[in-house]
């Protein structure tokens, strides 16, 4: 008389809990692995120039969203670039908003395929500050850099 689960039965039942298993454990490492929380003051996770450069206005739009900055989590229609590129560009866009004029000036920073740069203004596209045709926007590009520079 044979049980009513036999040993293949068996073998693949916990087979597949354990292939399940495996499963949950890399999709949370990979989830883990593509964030950076940079308001963990001072944790293993962040590296010196987060720790001496993070700025409050990423922080504070961080908390406004309720993101973290990650590798594969962007806003829809941003360009990707490098986290303290889009810290600068949160400066640049808290400037802009300042500077009477500049309000409605669309700025986005970018990396190209080949890893260099991109900053687009208003949908035009530029390799270098000094590219830009708009002296008031050249200086607060220059100003965000500075702030940035400064820790600020």
Do not use: C
Request: avoid cysteine; hydrophobic fraction near 40%.
């Amino acid at each position: 008389m044979e049980s009513a689960l036999d040993f293949p039965a068996v073998f693949y039942i916990a087979g597949g809990l354990i292939l399940l298993a495996i499963i949950i454990m890399l999709v949370t490492w990979s989830r883990r692995t593509s964030t950076i929380d940079l308001d963990a003051s001072g944790s293993a996770e962040q590296s010196d120039w987060v720790r001496t450069k993070s700025t409050g206005e990423t922080s504070a739009q961080l908390q406004q969203d309720g993101d973290l900055i990650s590798t594969d989590n962007h806003d829809p229609g941003e360009k990707l670039a490098s986290p303290f590129a889009e810290q600068i560009e949160d400066i640049i866009r808290d400037l802009l908003k300042e500077s009477p004029g500049l309000a409605g000036v669309d700025v986005d920073l970018g990396s190209a395929p080949d890893g260099s740069l991109e900053i687009w203004i208003n949908g035009e596209i530029f390799s270098s500050i000094d590219e830009i045709s708009n002296e008031q926007v050249q200086q607060v590009f220059r100003q965000a850099i500075a702030r940035w520079e400064a820790g600020q």
